[in-house]
């Protein structure tokens, strides 16, 4: 991506999403700028084709039907070629608004949503979200196309671990078009040197964080920034936030399943109070900025510590870690550090340090003809021959290592590519190569509810109410009570909760919500054993236990 630094304040969440979906998109969106003069001079047509893929800007634009000048792009050469092989197959530009949860809810249900459009926006950007939305039939349902492309066969390792992304039970859902290795943190290794600061390591802690970006603010630098929503990053390495393990508790005796537990924590007080120490009194954060203003403000050395996708740092944008590195003359390795999120005072390991897929979904009213058509130029796009197209003649157009590998790692098994030399770790070091396999091993068998429980027909309570008290948390900048913050935020979605009837039969309900916390016992027992002992084991024996009954 070539995109630069936005003047605005920040973006929301759905946006910072969007983003997040554009640039998995990887080929997609790292090959879209490279005209390639060697390009054939027309495209070829189908104007009276079997099949017709509507594509409405995501996850690719057909090619133009005559060149344009500097030739086709890279990605628009792969697209033609896939079309030589499918004569029978038009690609059609149209204008859709896919990325609005409730038009592109209109689209679909009034029967003219485009082929292609991103699950997320309709599932609040959820996994149980989407699995709803499924189950709502508001999502093609892909599983012979599966079978068909033999697609599980050809996807990595992390992207099969994550296979409840694109899939519910043995339906699939979504077509895997990005993998991160997680959320995580970029810092300034140059900047840290020159301060005499020691670099941030896979051990430390949001109050180290907090104490070095302190150390590091300056009257021309803030030490830290995080997108608006950052105070979810220190909650959720807690095991706390808007649904995560402590505060979405099961409560089968209820219409609806689930109610929200925001004010038994003092922990969760007190990350919130070092989270508005740092905007409001330290001065050493600011959380109102968007994923591209974090890397722009990174870029520009006005910001030490930058919370992103760790994918970011393969990202090959003039902003980007590469770009920054070649600016100051020096290694990747020697100017960018990355790490997860840190793990809990009690040990927890954040859930946003687990890799994550994010998908392509199709139009449930797409015919079987569609739906392979939809699939095979998915897997050449992504998977096959047209992938190492695009990632060739971008290396031989522009002789740099770092566009063939971003971004990194693939959704594909084979992480090499056809016809050029060089590795991963020739373009991003061997450090960042160590940290996908840390993310990777470590997040291993983490256990997700979407795995454990059948989707239910609504997606119950809003998020307003919380976001309403992140919100506060962030921008109140004098005496706050975040306990009552905090209640109010929870009375509000219990209340909300009481509106809806569970779809899950009571004895269903009980038997998922027992194997999901026995798989959390057998998770946190095996990869940190001090947390189930001092924490985990006695939380669900005196929280949960009771309520399952």
């Known amino acids: ?140 349902d892909l599983s012979d196309q599966f079978a068909e492309f033999d697609l599980e066969a050809q996807f990595s390792d992390a992207v099969r671990a994550g296979s409840v992304e694109y899939k519910v039970g043995e339906a699939k859902f979504g077509l895997p078009e990005g993998v991160t290795p997680g959320n995580g943190i970029f810092f300034r290794r140059d900047i840290f040197e020159e301060a005499g600061v020691e670099p941030l390591t896979l051990d430390s802690t949001w109050d180290e964080i907090a104490e070095k970006a302190l150390a590091l603010t300056t009257d021309s630098r803030l030490g830290m920034g995080t997108q608006w929503w950052g105070v979810e990053w220190m909650l959720a390495s807690e095991g706390f936030g808007k649904a995560n393990l402590f505060n979405y508790l099961p409560t089968p005796a209820e219409g609806w399943n689930w109610r929200f537990d925001y004010t038994s924590y003092p922990e969760m007080v007190a990350a919130v109070e070092r989270y508005r120490r740092m905007i409001h009194q330290d001065k050493s954060l600011g959380s109102n900025y968007g994923d591209w203003d974090l890397l722009g403000q990174f870029f520009n050395g006005t910001m030490a510590i930058v919370t992103v996708p760790l994918q970011y740092f393969t990202d090959t944008a003039d902003i980007g870690p590469g770009a920054l590195a070649a600016s100051v003359g020096r290694p990747v390795s020697e100017v960018v550090g990355a790490i997860p999120h840190p793990r809990g005072n009690n040990g927890h390991y954040s859930p946003e340090g687990r890799p994550g897929v994010s998908v392509i979904s199709v139009n449930p009213d797409a015919n079987d003809a569609t739906k392979s058509a939809a699939v095979s130029l998915y897997a050449h796009m992504n998977l096959g021959a047209g992938f190492d197209l695009q990632r060739r003649l971008a290396f031989e157009q522009s002789g740099n290592l770092q566009r063939v590998f971003s971004p990194y790692p693939f959704v594909r098994a084979n992480q090499a590519v056809e016809g050029v030399e060089g590795t991963p770790v020739d373009a991003w070091g061997q450090e960042y190569l160590d940290l996908v396999n840390y993310t990777t091993t470590t997040a291993d068998g983490y256990p997700m509810r979407g795995q454990f429980f059948p989707p239910e027909l609504d997606l119950g309570p809003t998020e307003s109410a919380w976001s309403d008290a992140t919100s506060l948390f962030r921008d109140e900048p004098g005496d706050l009570d975040v306990l009552a913050t905090l209640q109010t935020a929870q009375d509000i979605r219990n209340t909300q909760a009481n509106a809806f009837s569970s779809a899950i039969p009571d004895d269903q309900f009980i038997a998922s919500a027992q194997a999901y916390y026995d798989a959390n016992a057998a998770y946190w027992q095996s990869k940190f054993p001090d947390f189930y002992e001092n924490t985990y084991r006695p939380w669900y024996e005196s929280v949960i236990v009771p309520r399952l009954g």
């Open 1 to 140: 991506m070539t995109q630069t630094p936005s003047s605005k304040s920040g973006l929301s969440r759905r946006d910072f999403l969007k983003t997040l979906a554009l640039s998995g998109a990887g080929v997609a969106a790292f090959a879209s700028g490279l005209p390639l003069s060697a390009a054939p001079s027309t495209t070829r047509r189908a104007q009276n084709a079997d099949v017709v893929l509507q594509l409405a800007g995501w996850p690719w634009t057909p090619p133009p039907e005559t060149a344009p000048d500097g030739g086709y792009t890279a990605q628009q050469q792969a697209e033609q070629a896939w079309l030589e092989q499918n004569p029978n197959v038009r690609l059609e530009s149209v204008e859709a608004p896919i990325w609005s949860t409730d038009q592109l809810r209109t689209l679909i249900t009034g029967g003219t949503a485009p082929t292609y459009f991103h699950p997320g926006v309709l599932a609040v950007w959820t996994i149980e979200g989407k699995h709803v939305v499924f189950n709502q039939g508001l999502l093609a």
